[in-house]
């Protein structure tokens, strides 16, 4: 038996996002019940050269939801970035995960082998539509989920292994 592309990536990144909005939560109660403003922690960075806490969120958001809409051979949608709050992170987040549910397994099978044409700071880079999921969207994911866990844990959230896993 094969997995598809659609259940190597929708519910993944649902499922990852999930849990990222758990961590997120209990940052969230983290700053209100230790009276800490809670911008302190949404610009808290693990070095002064890493993104803060809100960047981790909006770049793993937008691997995922770029990830749904060019294996489904869409456009991804735009975001503006502009979250300050947990409160907008959560909605960033709530949104996101409701772009991956609507894409089809009929949208997504068969993308291993699309070309996925994408822009980055260093200029564009072509894959294998299998390629850009498992070498590229999931590292990149996982990588700034695990960034903002380990923010939140630095500063003193009660966070475990099975926060970042799920249940």
């Known amino acids: 038996m ?74 991804p949608p735009k975001m503006e970035d502009n979250e300050t709050t947990f409160d907008e992170l959560q909605a960033r987040i709530a949104t996101v995960i409701a772009q991956l549910q609507a894409y089809t397994p009929a949208q997504i099978d068969g993308s291993e082998d699309r070309t996925i044409l994408l822009k980055t700071r260093g200029g564009e880079q072509s894959f294998r539509g299998q390629d850009y999921l498992l070498g590229f969207v999931l590292p990149n994911v996982y990588f700034h989920i695990t960034t903002a866990y380990a923010i939140l844990r630095g500063v003193g959230v009660v966070l475990g292994k099975t926060d970042f896993i799920g249940k």
């Open 2 to 75: 094969s997995i598809s592309m659609y259940q190597t990536s929708v519910p993944v990144l649902v499922r990852a996002l999930n849990n990222l909005a758990a961590i997120l939560a209990k940052g969230a109660a983290h700053a209100a019940e230790r009276n800490i403003a809670p911008e302190v922690l949404l610009h808290t960075r693990i070095t002064p050269d890493m993104f803060p806490l809100i960047r981790q969120v909006q770049i793993a958001t937008d691997m995922a939801k770029g990830a749904g809409a060019r294996l489904a051979g869409v456009e």
